[in-house]
């Protein structure tokens, strides 16, 4: 059975870090993308980042570029989301999933929610200002 858990969220000051963590299990993270989103009350899901599973491609969506860093350990099959510079915006719940129809994060395109699967049950970021 697959699965995914997230976790390493919290309460944090503007300005402040926080390391998300991954796990998957019963899934390889050595060819399908894997990708984060975070989803903000009363907004849609937004895809945040992605990291190629053959590649190690990554994408970014523009609002983290230079502060979010994405990265993945096979070995103990997680992948991590290294978050920076954190702003009161940044809160929101934020889920991993996998790309089941991409080995690859080069584009925009890579962050379409509908091509994700197994949702894990998501991790509160909550940044005070």
């Known amino acids: 059975q697959v699965q995914f858990v997230e976790s390493g969220g919290g309460l944090v000051q503007s300005g402040g870090s926080l390391r998300l963590s991954c796990v998957a299990s019963?899934?390889?993270?050595?060819?399908?993308?894997i990708g984060w989103f975070r989803q903000a009350p009363g907004k849609e899901r937004e895809g945040v980042s992605c990291i190629g599973g053959r590649d190690g491609s990554t994408y970014y969506t523009d609002s983290v570029k230079g502060r979010f860093t994405i990265s993945r350990d096979t070995s103990k099959s997680t992948v991590y989301l290294q978050m920076s510079s954190l702003k009161p915006e940044d809160t929101a719940v934020y889920y991993c999933?996998?790309?089941?129809?991409?080995?690859?994060?080069?584009?925009?395109?890579?962050?379409?929610?509908?091509?994700?699967?197994?949702w894990g049950q998501g991790t509160q970021v909550t940044v005070s200002s």
């Open positions: 999933a996998a790309n089941l129809m991409r080995s690859s994060c080069t584009a925009e395109t890579t962050m379409r929610a509908y091509e994700y699967s197994y």
């Open positions: 019963g899934f390889t993270l050595d060819y399908y993308a």
